[in-house]
Nanobody, 134 residues
Framework: QVQLVESGGGSVHPGGSLRLSCEPSGFSTSNYAFSWFRQGPGGENTRARIASISPHDGTAYYERSAKERFTVTRDDVTNSVYLQMNNLKPEDTGIYVC?????????????????????????WGQGTQVTVSS
């Protein structure tokens, strides 16, 4: 069964840190780009991309809200993708969802699709809740 499983969410105070993990089952990370989205109470239609990481060269991409606070990494040996979140703010609260976009090396250089093109992603996880409050 192919699925993505996120973990590492929790409740923290403003300024705190969390490290999220995304682990695929049923496929290898090596030919996939990954993106992290934050989803609000309104469900899938409220998803906002936070960070992405390309396959093969591990280039990281960040949306404005995540720059200088979040770091996305991948480990194709352990088949995992991570999102380190530091200096968390209340507006970071939400469900963090991992998504995978199949992109083999002979397709060239991957870059994040337009945010509204979420159908580009092949697999989605169920998400992990992050709550930042004092």
């Amino acid at each position: 069964q192919v699925q993505l499983v996120e973990s590492g969410g929790g409740s923290v105070h403003p300024g705190g840190s969390l490290r999220l993990s995304c682990e695929p089952s049923g496929f290898s990370t090596s030919n996939y780009a990954f993106s992290w989205f934050r989803q609000g109470p309104g469900g899938e239609n409220t998803r906002a991309r936070i960070a992405s990481i390309s396959p093969h060269d591990g280039t990281a991409y960040y949306e404005r809200s995540a720059k200088e606070r979040f770091t996305v990494t991948r480990d194709d040996v352990t088949n995992s993708v991570y999102l380190q979140m530091n200096n968390l703010k209340p507006e970071d609260t939400g469900i963090y969802v991992c998504a995978a976009d199949y992109f083999p090396e002979d397709w060239g250089e991957w870059s994040p699709p337009p945010e509204f093109e979420q159908s580009e992603y092949d697999y989605w996880g169920q998400g992990t809740q992050v709550t930042v409050s004092s």
